[in-house]
């Protein structure tokens, strides 16, 4: 068996500014370019879990994942991961994505949409205006056409059912079988994989995904390894910071690395829990 490691990037925005959990289209540029550049292949999910199940992948491999399906991933993120000719993977959630023609993009030279800073999506979002700020089924059907982007599920709504007072395994249920529903009503199937909702997971969660069918279970954990034989219901991913190409080509190196990667993972759980002490 292999000793490959694949590392998992997470991404949630890509517009001018930065800030939080946001790249600005000039440094995700840079991100590209290194690994255009160090010979990176940017798998699609058919070839990560087969990765995964034998162990087989292109040497140099990582796998791009955005969280939420955010306007800007339109405008900004598919056009530049076309220029470099990589691809990325995109977990949705179905409850805000709406109808509607498609937007401007960095490609077309047009005027650009407005794409908001996160807690501004946040606020829009919460008030009904989703599609402001959200992707629209019109522009998903043409980045899967393109073979840019694909899409899965990141639930319908997007709650933290274990913060409220309700019954929260019956609501992450209802959540997952609308989310099956939706993805396939609007783009004729939907996959095995899943992306848990701010990063929240347990044991009846992970019980109820796997009878709904869903098998690759994508976390925010960043500190360990994704390698031949894993557990698939605990992918571990690290977040992209705002950041320049070669910052986030020494991450994706130790990642990589089956040498660098156990003793910094190591290292990192610790000093996490060394602050969680204090």
């Known amino acids: 068996m292999t000793r490959q ?13 930065g800030g939080m959990i946001t790249t600005t289209p000039e440094h995700f540029e840079d991100q590209l370019r290194w690994l255009s550049r160090q010979g990176y292949h940017t798998l ?37 991961l076309r220029r470099y000719g990589m691809r990325a993977t ?10 509607g023609p498609q937007r401007p993009c960095l490609s077309d030279g047009a005027s650009l949409p407005e794409t908001p800073d996160h807690h501004e999506c946040e606020r829009r979002i919460a008030h009904g205006a989703a599609d402001e ?12 056409e393109q073979g840019v982007m694909e899409f899965h599920t990141h639930t319908h709504t997007h709650t933290r059912w274990d913060k409220q007072a309700v019954d929260k395994n019956a ?9 099956r529903q939706t993805l396939v009503q ?5 996959s095995d994989h899943l992306c848990w909702p701010q990063g929240y997971f347990d044991p009846d969660y992970v019980r109820i995904a796997q009878e709904l069918g869903f098998k690759y ?12 034989g894993m557990d698939p219901a605990s992918i571990f991913r690290f977040a992209v910071r705002d950041t320049t190409g070669a910052s986030l080509g020494r991450r994706v190196q130790v990642a990589g690395s089956p040498v660098l990667a156990p003793p910094f993972n190591a290292w990192k759980r ?6 969680y002490k204090d």
Not at 7 to 12: A, D, R
Request: net charge neutral; aromatic share 12%; proline share 5%.
């Open 5 to 17: 490691i694949v590392p998992v990037l997470m991404y949630h925005h890509v517009h001018p500014g």
């Open 44 to 80: 699609s999910t058919t070839e990560f879990t087969h990765f995964l199940n034998h162990g087989q992948a292109p040497s140099k491999a990582v796998l791009l994942t955005f969280d939420d399906g955010y306007l800007d991933n339109w405008v900004y993120a598919a056009p530049l």
């Open 90 to 99: 995109v977990f949705i959630v179905t409850g805000w994505i709406g109808d």
């Open 133 to 144: 700020v959200m992707l629209r089924w019109s522009e998903i059907g043409t980045l899967i």
């Open 171 to 179: 609501h992450m249920h209802e959540e997952l079988s609308q989310s």
């Open 186 to 190: 609007r783009l004729g199937s939907v």
């Open 217 to 228: 279970l994508y976390t925010t954990r960043a500190f360990g390894r994704n390698r031949p």
């Open 270 to 275: 610790w000093k996490k829990s060394q602050h």
